[in-house]
């Protein structure tokens, strides 16, 4: 005899599926966010492929202002500024989406765990995370950071850990009131498994909750990395990172501006860029407006 889907299940997730990309494209604040981000990942997936001077690479023309040849200018070293910003990009957007996964896989994880199985397993999890939540995000990952040595894999692991109990928490909310749904019990009485329930009839409904989550937690990662950076925990002079490059400018900055200008302005656009775009994702994938 076949197996029963309740109907219910297998259409919870089809507005998410088809109707996304119009909902978005229908908030102005996701179009701008999706632009800024779009252009931030391109910037780092291609430019080992740009027509760029080396970003490492010293010359006589120092502290330069941002001309036809170096647009952003030169730093202390001669050093190509744009070059640099450029490159920083793919240190950034590394940092920040290796960190920022492996967050969502464990923290997702341990939220499905917590929520589905409640009961002692519940409150060990939720008293574990409680300890990370008892230290502020920032001094957790430069504790963390501090204890392992400044290196960019270092930074990876402190922001995942920083951020792990956070997707801990948006998961396990939704899976304490989706278990108790009634297509998750009619699936159950079918005699569904435990990892058939979770996978198929769980997991999809949390989609919305988890894309919008991932948004934002990028935005704080790529902060976060220039912030290590500029404190000398993460990537190393003459690494082209963005907080490297404004630790180096502040000590110019009543004659060469452009060398803190440029890399914060680049910070700036790629932290906005996710803000907007999970703030309208959020509001696209509001079931109420769609």
């Keep these: 005899m076949a197996t029963w889907i309740p109907e219910s299940a297998s259409r919870s997730t089809a507005p998410l599926r088809l109707g996304v990309l119009a909902a978005i494209a229908r908030e102005p604040v996701a179009l701008a966010g999706l632009g ?151 699936a159950r009485a079918v005699g569904a498994t435990r990892a058939r329930i979770i996978f198929r009839h769980i997991v999809p409904n949390l989609l919305s909750t988890l894309i919008v989550q991932v948004s934002l937690a990028l935005s704080w990662a790529v902060l976060t990395e220039g912030a290590l950076s500029f404190l000398g925990l993460s990537a190393q002079p003459p690494a082209p990172s963005w907080g490297v490059m404004l630790n180096e400018g502040r000590q110019y900055l009543e004659f060469a501006t452009h060398l803190a200008i440029f890399p914060g302005l680049a910070i700036m656009i790629a932290v906005l860029g996710f803000n907007l775009l999970g703030d309208g994702l959020r509001d696209a994938l509001d079931p109420q407006r769609r």
């Design 36 to 186: 800024m981000v779009a252009l931030y990942a391109a910037i780092a997936l291609t430019v080992g492929f740009l027509p760029l001077r080396d970003p490492l690479q010293v010359s006589a023309d120092r502290l330069a202002a941002p001309t036809a040849a170096f647009p952003f200018g030169t730093d202390a070293l001669g050093r190509d500024l744009f070059s640099r910003v450029l490159f920083g990009a793919r240190l950034s957007m590394q940092v920040a989406v290796l960190s920022v996964a492996a967050a969502t896989a464990a923290g997702g994880l341990l939220g499905l765990v917590s929520g589905y199985l409640g009961g002692l397993v519940d409150l060990a999890i939720g008293r574990v995370m409680d300890v990370f939540f008892a230290f502020p995000a920032i001094l957790l990952a430069l504790g963390i950071v501090a204890a392992l040595g400044p290196d960019t894999r270092n930074v990876i692991i402190a922001i995942a850990v920083v951020y792990t109990p956070i997707f801990m928490r948006v998961v396990r909310g939704p899976v304490l009131a989706l278990k108790a749904r009634d297509f998750v019990e009619a």
